[in-house]
């Protein structure tokens, strides 16, 4: 109702949302023909009726923005017109890692070692996401290495703080920001492991840790997954290595330790690819599209 009222004193422009529901309420209720409604999606419906009823809404959205090319496809595949659709990844600020601490500053920080070998994971610990692999991993990896999850909340903080040692394997809840970025400062190896086994996680996500680490100047591992693939090239800005396999990270990550040389060609070169995720990046070209509209 408050975006109703909002939305009804607007002269015209554009309607834009990641909530389907709500853009098609008022869609229905408030269409006029110089306003565009857009639909920002992350995500799809599971059940086949779910599906039925997204699609009956999306159908009604002028445009429609998908955060990947797989998401792009499922519509384009349905018959959506190609020129209402565009793929916007997510993306990063890049000040905010310009910005970080150098590496000892920031272990200085969290009270660790300076000769530790630390890998560094920051997000939700959701199954799908492979905090469970990089648990999986810490006691794989030389007992020179720490591995360092952070961000998890509620059952997933629980389980894997059920894991944590304290020597190899430290586990952190959900920090600010700014906090958690403190713990990719610190690291030597930053690491993606998204599950193979989730849908969204093997066709249709856009991490934003994935450009917050690209940004970083750290050399990351990254599950190969098409999602991935999508914005990573291989031995290029990252290695990549198979899913949910916590020996392929383990070897991965001492390849990273002992070739400085892979590593700072690795970090450089991802650092330079962050530039194309910036969010004002992103805004142009969505308000490139927009005005491009037929």
């Known amino acids: 109702l408050s975006a109703f009222l909002f939305v009804a004193r607007l002269p ?26 857009v639909f920002e999606v992350h995500t799809l419906p599971r059940s086949g009726a779910a599906r039925r009823l997204h699609l009956w809404a ?16 499922w519509y384009r595949d349905r018959g959506f017109d190609s020129a209402r659709l565009l793929v916007a990844r997510d993306g990063v ?10 590496r000892n500053a920031a272990r200085s920080r969290l ?11 920051t997000g939700h610990f959701y199954r799908w ?17 720490e591995v360092h999850l952070v961000g998890g909340i509620g059952d997933d903080l629980r389980r894997l703080e059920a894991l944590a040692d304290g020597e190899r394997l430290h586990v952190r809840g959900h920090l600010p920001q700014r906090d958690a970025a403190l713990y990719v400062a610190a690291a030597d190896v930053v690491v993606l492991p998204n599950s193979g086994h989730s849908d969204i996680s093997v066709a249709y996500t856009s991490p934003l840790k994935l450009f917050e680490y690209l940004a970083s100047g750290r050399p990351l591992v990254a599950s190969d997954l098409p999602s991935i693939r999508e914005v990573i090239e291989p031995d290029e800005h990252a290695l990549l290595v198979l899913a949910d396999d916590p020996a392929a990270f383990a070897a991965a990550i001492v390849r990273l330790g002992d ?6 060609r690795l970090a450089a070169s991802a650092r330079d690819h962050a530039t194309a995720f910036a969010w004002p990046v992103r805004a142009r070209l969505i308000a490139q599209f927009l005005e491009a509209l037929p």
């Open 129 to 145: 996401k492979g905090a469970d692999t990089l648990a999986a991993t810490a006691p794989l990896l030389p007992a020179s290495w």
């Open 93 to 102: 600020n890049l000040a905010t890692f310009a910005a970080l601490p150098d």
């Open 259 to 264: 070739d400085p040389d892979l590593a700072h």
């Open 58 to 73: 999306a159908r009604r959205a002028d445009a429609i923005v998908a955060i990947s090319d797989h998401l792009r496809d």
């Open 111 to 121: 009270g660790i070692p300076a000769d530790a070998r630390v890998v560094a994971y």
């Open 12 to 37: 015209g422009g554009v309607i834009y949302s990641r909530d389907l529901f709500v853009l098609t309420v008022l869609g229905l209720l408030s269409r006029h023909r110089d306003r565009i409604f």
